[in-house]
């Protein structure tokens, strides 16, 4: 059995039914700074899934008691997500980590380079792109079943109160949030439309603050140009009131049209987006799982992860700097 555990218990403590339930995998440690929210997880894990790891309050120690790590999910704060992982991967463990991978290339960088000098496996989760509709669209578009990809856009229209920032102190900051509507809620669209077009080629972008009290952004909007050719906007607000939480994807061909509303199709030219190509994995934990046992490369590597990164950062680039972009 793969020995598994997880790093930080807030978002990241949601993937520990699934390496419970797991058959070649066993939920061995969880970790937290936070001693409370670390004692609530064990015993919700006990209590409601039969759960026992081990808890540690630091990586350094559940890596010197735990002896031998076959995989560990990362939940940090995702500016922190580089720091763990380069400790992890120099420990000799395969990580996973919770989307964006972090939240600058620099950092990206940091990691990749522990990962290929330590020989370790890294992936990222994107639970979107184990959807079977999604999976669909990605094999529509491959097969040209809606003949050339002209347009790929995306609108996602939360809201999230003040709370929602003001809890933990690090939401809507530059140093560890690395953004808010879009680094933080949109990378799940944002990621989906770099898998369907490609790698982005240039962006216009603006960002702005609209109605909470936060050094980031509740707003983004960006008209993005991509190396296949395809066009995309992409708009996100987390200042949607009320509470009605949305997340349109609208793609279009040279001779078919598909629009999805909250990962459902809502209208599309091709029929039985969700069984014409079913993903192999339910989620991206199953999807790590398989590919440590394997020691195959997971399906939301580095290179795959650092497209929506790369092309995120490029939107605040250009709304501060007021020009378009190019990306290397």
Same mark, same amino acid.
């Given at each position: ?92 463990? +395969? ?35 184990? +959807? ?197």
């Amino acid at each position: 059995m793969l020995k598994m555990a997880i790093v930080g218990l807030g978002m990241g403590g949601s993937y520990g039914p699934v390496l419970q339930k797991s058959e070649t995998a066993e939920f061995t440690a969880i970790c937290d700074i936070n001693r409370e929210r670390l004692e609530a997880r064990l015993k919700s894990y006990k209590d409601e899934i039969g759960a026992e790891p081990k808890g540690y309050l630091s990586v350094s120690e559940m890596i010197k008691k735990e002896g031998r790590l076959d995989g560990v999910i990362i939940g940090t704060p995702s500016g922190f997500h580089h720091e763990t992982a380069v400790e992890l991967a120099n420990a000799g463990i +395969n990580i996973l980590v919770d989307k964006p991978l972090d939240i600058s290339m620099e950092n990206i960088a940091k990691i990749k380079t522990a990962v290929e000098k330590n020989k370790v496996l890294c992936g990222t989760i994107y639970p979107s792109r184990c +959807n079977p509709i999604m999976s669909g669209v990605k094999h529509a578009i491959e097969k040209g079943l809606i003949g050339k990809l002209l347009i790929c856009d995306a609108r996602l229209k939360w809201f999230r109160g003040q709370e929602y920032y003001d809890k933990g102190g690090w939401r809507g900051t530059w140093k560890i949030d690395g953004g808010a509507s879009l680094m933080n809620n949109g990378a799940h669209p944002m990621d989906l439309l770099c898998w369907f077009a490609g790698r982005a080629k240039t962006v216009v972008g603006e960002f702005a603050v609209i109605s909470h009290k936060i050094e980031t952004e509740d707003w983004t909007s960006a008209i993005i140009q991509f190396e296949s050719g395809a066009r995309s906007t992409i708009s996100t607000t987390t200042s949607a009131f009320p509470k009605t939480d949305s997340t349109w994807i609208e793609i279009h061909g040279t001779e078919g049209s598909i629009y999805l509303k909250d990962g459902k199709v809502v209208s599309s030219t091709v029929e039985n987006l969700e069984t014409i190509c079913p993903p192999p994995f339910a989620n991206p934990v199953e999807d790590f799982i398989d590919a440590v046992a394997k020691k195959r490369r997971p399906m939301i590597d580095i290179p795959e992860a650092s497209k929506s990164v790369e092309l995120i950062t490029a939107v605040y680039q250009s709304s501060r700097e007021g020009k378009r972009i190019v990306l290397n």
